[in-house]
Nanobody, 123 residues
Framework: EVQLVESGGGLVQPGGSLRLSCAASGFAFGNYAMGWVRQAPGKGLEWVSTIDYSGTFTSYADSVKGRFTISRDNAKNTLYLQLNSLKTEDTAMYYC????????????????RGQGTQVTVTT
């Protein structure tokens, strides 16, 4: 059974930083590309970032490029997302995800995702 368990969210002021972690189990983590998606209150699921199975190639949404960094430790079966220079518009539930599918409508559908970790950026 695929399990993805996020942690590391919290309350932070604008300009602050957080590091999210995702512990994966139930599958061969090192064989899969992984990603992060987020959902702000009242909005749909938004793709944030993706990393290939080896950690060599990464991609980011324009809204987070230059501020967020995705990484992974395949020996620990763990995915990370470093969030820097946080803005109030980054407030959302963040989900670790596998098997992301991008629809022609622009939406993203994860094959698997965790329960999420809340990031709140506020003064």
């Amino acid at each position: 059974e695929v399990q993805l368990v996020e942690s590391g969210g919290g309350l932070v002021q604008p300009g602050g930083s957080l590091r999210l972690s995702c512990a994966a189990s139930g599958f061969a983590f090192g064989n899969y590309a992984m990603g992060w998606v987020r959902q702000a209150p009242g909005k749909g699921l938004e793709w944030v970032s993706t990393i290939d199975y080896s950690g060599t190639f990464t991609s980011y949404a324009d809204s987070v490029k230059g501020r967020f960094t995705i990484s992974r430790d395949n020996a620990k079966n763990t995915l990370y997302l470093q969030l820097n220079s946080l803005k109030t518009e980054d407030t959302a539930m963040y989900y670790c995800a596998r098997d992301l599918q991008f629809q022609s409508s622009g939406t993203v559908v994860p094959g698997y995702r965790g329960q999420g970790t809340q990031v709140t950026v506020t003064t």
